[in-house]
């Protein structure tokens, strides 16, 4: 009899444990499957229920996506409001780069932030002002350019975190780039160039000055000078080259990489400091999380703890000439805006989509569009480089070397549609001898 009731005893419980486990599996499996489900919902349009596309407002400013963020009006021409991303206090899944075969198409992939302090141009002639319908279909003057610290919230985060750096923050860490962000002062004023004095049009006329050998020998210096704002990026030497490619810059635009590694690198061909005009506008493109790193420690003038640039003082790069009402960093939507609407290479099809992006040129250019009503550039690719050396400080002729992460032919006939369209003024040197 005793024997009996242990193992009805036993058989209980062994009963009651099989239908515990059963149970916690069960939930497991459907946590798991919930999760893909999520993700599979946000990579593919197909997969967005009626029922989710119902719950989306037609304005994005009242999406879920963006409910957490104040009074941020987003421009979206093409596509339909972002999908609804549960609760907003909390983050979006993990996503990992490396994972997508090819760049991710979301449902809000072209929507843009746009900048509630944005000035219509008073001058008529500007670019702004075509009548070119596929210009003024891809071109979005008032996109918001530069990223503020009251910018960056879980709602944004969640939205930009579907996008690879720098285009957004796919893969990065929340805390890290928050930090960062949050050291930025306020503008106080998004535009980053005023109406130079004694312009009776109210035109801004701007220069963007390349590396490319073209200029080498083009006695462009006094023409580029000429104009009332002067765009540099990059490995910008001047001393010596003056002839070809002026002495002013007005706006010096660069990353934390091509910053450091310039000056390190092209020391021997004089490039000792970058340049340091007075009045001048220096302009950071976010491209990873060395560069939130170098931002936060430039902003609060200290050594970089920790990363790639490990021990480096950032401040020190800028020779005593940084100012944080002249510093301006890049946001994420104006960075994929550049790429999407002008910009979208093939390459993005690939494997390795995640490494293509458009040049610090490319970028440049197009700010400088977004910012001048009548845009000049030199020393940017064309056609016949091959006529030219690789940079134009080159002493001897060196071939152009294409990196991967660029679609090089892209931007050479982007600039000369633009050119041939009227939008912007290239140099191309066989017609301006």
């Not at 030199?378 to 016949?384: E, K, L, P, Q």
Request: aromatic share 12%; glycine share 4%; proline share 4%.
């Amino acid at each position: 009899m005793l024997i009996a009731r242990v193992f009805l005893a036993l058989s209980v419980l062994t009963l009651i444990l099989m239908f515990l486990f059963a149970t916690l599996y069960s939930d497991t499996c459907a946590l798991k499957a919930n999760a893909r489900q999520y993700i599979l919902l946000l990579i593919e349009k197909s997969n967005v229920t009626d029922s989710m596309q119902r719950a989306v407002q037609a304005d994005p400013t009242k999406s879920p996506v963006t409910k957490d963020a104040a009074k941020i009006t987003f421009a979206n021409t093409t596509l339909k409001s972002p999908v609804y991303f549960r609760t907003q206090s909390t983050l979006v899944p993990a996503m990992d780069k490396h994972n997508f075969t090819s760049m991710p198409q979301w449902e809000f992939e072209d929507l843009y932030r746009l900048d509630p302090q944005f000035k219509q141009s008073e001058c008529i002639t500007s670019l702004r002002n075509s009548s070119d319908p596929e210009f003024t279909k891809t071109f979005i003057p008032n996109i918001q350019l530069f990223l503020q610290s009251d910018h960056l919230n879980v709602s944004e985060w969640n939205r930009l975190y579907h996008f690879n750096n720098p285009f957004g923050y796919m893969g990065m860490n929340y805390t890290a780039i928050k930090a960062a962000v949050d050291t930025i002062p306020k503008l106080n004023s998004t535009q980053l160039l005023p109406v130079h004095t004694g312009t009776e049009d109210g035109c801004i006329r701007c220069a963007v000055v390349g590396t490319s050998g073209i200029l080498n020998g083009s006695r462009q210096g006094a023409e580029i000078d000429s104009n009332h704002y002067v765009f540099r990026m990059n490995t910008a030497i001047i001393a010596g080259h003056e002839e070809d490619v002026g002495k002013r810059t007005s706006v010096y635009v660069h990353t934390a990489h091509s910053i450091i590694s310039s000056l390190i690198l092209q020391k021997k061909r004089g490039f000792k400091q970058i340049p340091t005009d007075e009045d001048i506008k220096y302009v950071l493109i976010p491209e990873g999380p060395r560069d939130y790193n170098f931002l936060e420690s430039l902003m609060k003038n200290r050594k970089i703890p920790s990363g790639a640039y490990r021990g480096r003082t950032p401040r020190k790069y800028y020779s005593g000439h940084f100012n944080e009402s002249s510093y301006y960093i890049l946001h994420p939507d104006f960075l994929r805006y550049v790429r999407n609407r002008f910009l979208k290479a093939k390459r993005l099809q690939s494997k390795s989509w995640w490494i293509v992006r458009p040049t610090n040129g490319a970028f440049t250019l197009l700010l400088a569009m977004q910012t001048c009503d009548i845009v000049r550039v030199y020393g940017f690719i064309t056609a016949d480089y091959q006529k030219y050396p690789n940079y134009y400080y080159d002493t001897k002729h060196t071939k152009l070397v294409f990196f991967a992460n660029h679609d090089y032919r892209l931007e050479m006939n982007t600039w000369k549609k633009l050119h041939d369209d009227k939008h912007i003024w290239l140099y191309l040197r066989k017609s301006d001898i």
